[in-house]
């Protein structure tokens, strides 16, 4: 056991190579669209709206498309069936998103310059934790829309839950839900990392000496 302890203590201790290094900054690089690109995209499809309505939620902002005038929509149909309008002060995530993927590159361009494996890997699964904390929250936020609607209501719904992926039939409406391009982005930037420590571990060849 005490074998054990040491050679992994001095796996986690060893110095990163210039290619995990690369795979570091390429990561980092692939942090930088989620400032400006879509982490989700919603479409909303019914009869009534045969072009479908779109909403875009980036690190900071939600954006509906058509210049913006669908999210107006979606806000207008949301206050018929008794939920909640849809406003950008109502999602703490979107204050706390951008800063969690400014630290996130700069631990990264840290581990990339002074780090050892050890930093890689805790880069690695505290952006897992950020990743898991973030899915749990996109559904709680659609959890409770949909199951907070007020009584008054115009039009009657029973409670529902929107898709968090994929399809749904809410009402007269065909719901789609699916990652957007900076979610794939930072899908990459998890490979790149665990890419970088498996290069710098290097166990292949440590076990061919043995």
Not at 116 to 145: N, T
């Amino acid at each position: 056991m005490r074998s054990i302890f040491f050679w992994i203590t001095e796996k986690l201790e060893k110095q990163l190579n210039l290619k995990s290094r690369l795979m570091l900054l390429l990561a980092a690089i692939c942090l930088v669209p989620s400032f400006f690109t879509p982490l989700w995209s919603l479409e909303f499809w019914s009869y009534q709206y045969p072009e479908g309505l779109n909403l875009y939620i980036y690190s900071h902002k939600l954006v509906g498309g058509n210049d913006g005038n669908d999210l107006k929509e979606i806000n207008i149909l949301n206050h018929y069936i008794g939920m909640a309008a849809l406003e950008e002060e109502d999602f703490l995530e979107l204050k706390w998103i951008p800063l969690a993927m400014g630290i996130f590159i700069t631990l990264t361009l840290r581990a990339m310059i002074m780090g050892r494996i050890k930093a890689a890997i805790d880069v690695l699964m505290m952006f897992s934790y950020f990743g898991a904390f973030s899915l749990w929250s996109f559904w709680y936020k659609l959890h409770y829309y949909g199951h907070n609607l007020d009584p008054r209501a115009s039009v009657k719904v029973d409670p529902f839950m929107p898709p968090v992926f994929g399809f749904e039939q809410v009402g007269q409406f065909k719901v789609w839900s699916y990652p957007g391009i900076a979610s794939y982005f930072l899908a990459l930037f998890s490979l790149l990392l665990v890419l970088a420590i498996i290069f710098s571990l290097d166990l292949k060849r440590k076990k061919s000496q043995s």
